[in-house]
């Protein structure tokens, strides 16, 4: 685990952990616990100071050892972070030797603030094969719940392992078709494809919605098959639905120390100041705060949670993403390429002009810029440049001499979005060095001089820059873009916290 990671989940309430019981069945549970309960002694390890509920589903496994996938979740500022592994023997807490770790983006997370209460002694669990109506209610009134995949094969293949992941959308999203059948909507997101794709080799799966004003937990487990086409959905938004079969039902009334309450407080409405067009579907909105007053300070790379109006909706459409301006300009800029697919994104390029107003919450994020004088190498491939950009202004606005790259990666000069501004800012600054990389460059892109290389952006690429071992690399991209950089880096060996990333996705 990166530094970063290692404090993060040290700070958190609970842990969402999935796995799988001695009959093979997989459940998903949270572990709460007191303050400084969460622990990482080194970058391998995450320790857990806690014992878990005799009626926890997985007590068996969080004991005696088996393979688990964690996610580590602050709903109210909508940062998260995964790692699978396994559980290590241990007498006194649960530890946990990490195999993987990555971060993912912030899309479809309901704001909530969390409290602690006194800890109210263990209720009887409620066990069942089906659903029952309250039950049922609970999931229809659900706007989050958890979900746990895994499967093991290829001997001690990377792929191995339990995987927890956060799902959300509007009360309902989660669609009750009878006591014994639930269809769950796969979102475009960052296409890890993490659950996906363990559901194709295992069809196991676990599920847990949480009641937040009463810190009750409903486990479901079962079984599922993938639809890729839904032609009936109930979720224009869904690519794919993943369709349940309910095998198995605990309930744990009280089962956690605490509650949480919406967030609401920040919600501020914001004026469209400005659309301007960056390049073929990408679009910058420049965003000013519609009672005049000065905006909330920004730190280059973060992102800004919003909320759309969009007709025909059961509620509001909420995205987040990369601010893409200057952290001083004055206003918000977002930079969005329009998806086929994309609710919001067709919305925002489609329907939203200037004038309109939208809301939004105070910026958040924690991929930023790791040091004050260290080389810095940014990295992107298509509409990942956004933090990029934001972070070469400020780099660019520095009194620090320190070398900056900024190497971006995109199909060709049509696609490039924001070219003339990022070239400006290189040109003014002598430490500033930029690669351009086209990877189908058209006759048109041959005659003139706006990219340097063709083809991909790859580890060598970087490792040519000849950035010194006190260099840090920040990459956004698409998943598949950040894992080879990642992995090619590490080969060639850059150390682990030198690498930062951060994945997008259409609606991130």
């Known amino acids: ?138 999931i229809q009134s659900a706007d989050t719940m958890f979900i746990g995949t895994g499967q093991r094969r290829h001997g001690e293949h990377s792929s191995n392992g339990f995987d927890s992941s956060h799902r959300g959308g509007e009360p309902g999203f989660v669609a009750v078709i009878d006591k014994g059948h639930l269809r769950i909507p796969d979102y475009a997101g960052n296409n890890f494809f993490n659950t996906i794709g363990n559901l194709l080799v295992n069809p196991k799966i676990g599920l847990v919605f949480v009641d937040f004003e009463s810190g009750a937990l409903l ?18 938004g869904a690519r794919r639905m993943i369709e349940m079969t309910i095998d198995a039902v605990i309930e744990r009334p009280a089962a956690l120390s605490l509650r949480w309450s919406e967030d609401d407080e920040d919600l501020l409405q914001f004026t469209v100041i400005d659309k301007v067009e960056e390049a073929a579907g990408i679009t910058s909105f420049h965003l000013a705060r519609a009672d005049g007053l000065p905006l909330e300070p920004v730190e280059a790379g973060q992102h800004l949670p919003i909320e759309l109006d969009i007709p025909g909706q059961p509620g509001p459409v909420r995205r987040s993403y990369s601010l893409s301006g200057a952290p001083a300009s004055g206003f918000y800029r977002l930079t969005i390429k329009r998806e086929s697919k994309g609710l919001a994104s067709r919305y925002m390029h489609d329907v939203l002009k200037v004038g309109d107003r939208i809301r939004a919450r105070r910026p958040s994020g924690d991929f930023a810029v790791p040091c004050t004088n260290c080389p810095l190498i940014l990295v992107s491939a298509g509409v990942g440049l956004t933090p990029m950009v934001s972070m070469l202004h400020a780099v660019a606005g520095e009194s620090s001499d320190r070398p ?17 501004e990022v070239a400006t800012l290189v040109a003014a600054n002598r430490q500033i060095s930029s690669l351009m990389a086209y990877s189908r460059p058209d006759s048109q892109d041959r005659q003139g001089i706006d990219f340097d290389t063709a083809g991909r952006i790859n580890a060598a690429t970087l490792i040519a820059l000849n950035a010194g071992d006190a260099a840090h690399y920040m990459i956004c991209g698409p998943g598949a873009f950040i894992a080879d950089l990642r992995s090619g880096l590490e080969q060639q060996g850059v150390a682990t916290d030198r690498i930062h990333f951060e994945t997008f996705g259409p609606a991130s």
């Not at 796995?19 to 572990?31: E, F, M, P, Q, R």
């Open 219 to 236: 486990h479901v487990s079962g079984t599922t098959q993938i639809n890729w086409e839904p032609e009936d959905s109930h979720d224009p």
């Open 404 to 420: 900056v790259w900024f190497v971006h990666g995109t199909r060709s000069g049509s696609t490039h979005a924001m070219r003339s």
């Open 1 to 138: 685990m990166p530094d970063q990671h290692r404090t993060f989940f040290s700070e958190l309430p609970f842990l969402v952990v999935s796995g799988a019981d001695a009959n093979g069945k997989h459940w998903v549970t949270l572990i709460d616990g007191p303050e400084g309960f969460i622990s990482s002694p080194d970058e391998r390890t995450l320790t857990v100071r806690t014992q878990p509920d005799a009626h926890d589903p997985l007590v068996e496994t969080l004991m005696d050892g088996g393979d688990v996938g964690v996610l580590g979740i602050e709903l109210a500022t909508r940062r998260r972070n995964r790692i699978n592994g396994r559980v290590l023997p241990s007498d006194s807490s649960l530890r946990i030797k990490v195999v993987q770790s990555f971060g993912n983006c912030p899309q479809y997370i309901r704001e909530r603030r969390w409290r602690r209460v006194s800890k109210v002694s263990p209720q009887r669990a409620i066990r069942s094969k089906t659903l029952s109506e309250s039950q049922i209610a609970l």
